[in-house]
């Protein structure tokens, strides 16, 4: 087993441990920290699985080559070249993947920063739209109280 797999299992797990912390004391960047270390955790797990399976198949080649009566020494450049190559596509993988969680994680904890304001302001939108035409928003708010009657009770 490589040792990606084992330290991005641990900080997947140190990352969910993290963002419940967070969720359950309320602290956002706490919660968006451990989402992102999750994250991180489960590109370098992956990039662990792909070097072994590079690992293994560079293996495959040269078993190959020895079974069919061909000179492994000489062939062993061929395989190690391609094991090689394949390392080198999972790690630029593991940087992509490690990238995108760190944006994905500045985007979640940017959210969070400014849920607030988010709110405030879709409440100023409505609160100015019920005062423009409030039979409008007595009428919404009627249907939409309807609709989730029938949603709740059903059709009897």
Not at 15 to 39: F, H, I
Not at 110 to 125: E, K, L, S
Request: net charge neutral.
């Amino acid at each position: 087993m490589d040792e990606n797999r084992m330290t991005g299992t641990a900080k997947e797990l140190g990352g969910k441990v993290q963002g419940k912390a967070g969720e359950l004391t309320g602290d956002r960047s706490t919660q968006a920290k451990g989402m992102a270390n999750e994250a991180e955790g489960v590109a370098e797990n992956m990039y662990g699985r792909a070097k072994d399976a590079a690992r293994e198949a560079a293996d495959t080649v040269r078993d190959a080559v020895g079974e069919r009566g061909g000179r492994p020494d000489a062939d062993r450049p061929s395989a190690e070249g391609r094991f090689r190559e394949a390392q080198g596509a999972g790690q630029d993988l593991y940087g992509q993947a490690k990238g995108a969680a760190r944006d994905a994680a500045g985007y979640m904890r940017d959210a969070y920063d400014h849920a607030d304001d988010y709110a405030r302001d879709g409440g100023r939108v409505i609160r100015h739209q019920v005062e423009k035409s409030p039979l409008a928003a007595l009428l919404i708010a009627g249907l939409a109280g309807y609709a989730l009657a029938l949603l709740i009770h059903g059709r009897r």
